[in-house]
């Protein structure tokens, strides 16, 4: 058996049920973990990237960005947190 591959997603609203304000702080974020190919067009990581889910704009976080980079992790988690942000697991089934 295989341990099951998750992803956190943060949702662009708070525990309140408020917009987070600014509206682009997905894009922004991903786009610190991003990088521009040789296309030089900007090429989001695989553990950081803009989701639509259910209509609305989340932020996805692979998990195996706590191994990769675990400041960014943490900074990541505790952005979420101080904001309020409403925060769930995704995980693939288990094998």
Excluded: T
Excluded at 8 to 18: F, H, P, Q
């Amino acid at each position: 058996m295989q341990d099951r591959h998750c992803k956190l997603v943060i949702e662009s609203v708070r525990e309140d049920g408020a917009r987070f304000r600014p509206s682009d702080w997905i894009e922004r974020i991903s786009s610190i973990m991003g990088e521009f190919g040789p296309d030089h067009r900007l090429h989001y990581a695989r553990e950081v990237r803009p989701v639509i889910i259910n209509g609305e704009k989340c932020l996805m976080v692979d998990e195996a960005l706590k191994e990769r980079d675990p400041e960014a992790y943490e900074y990541i988690v505790e952005f979420a947190r101080s904001n309020h942000l409403k925060v769930h697991l995704e995980c693939d089934p288990a094998s």
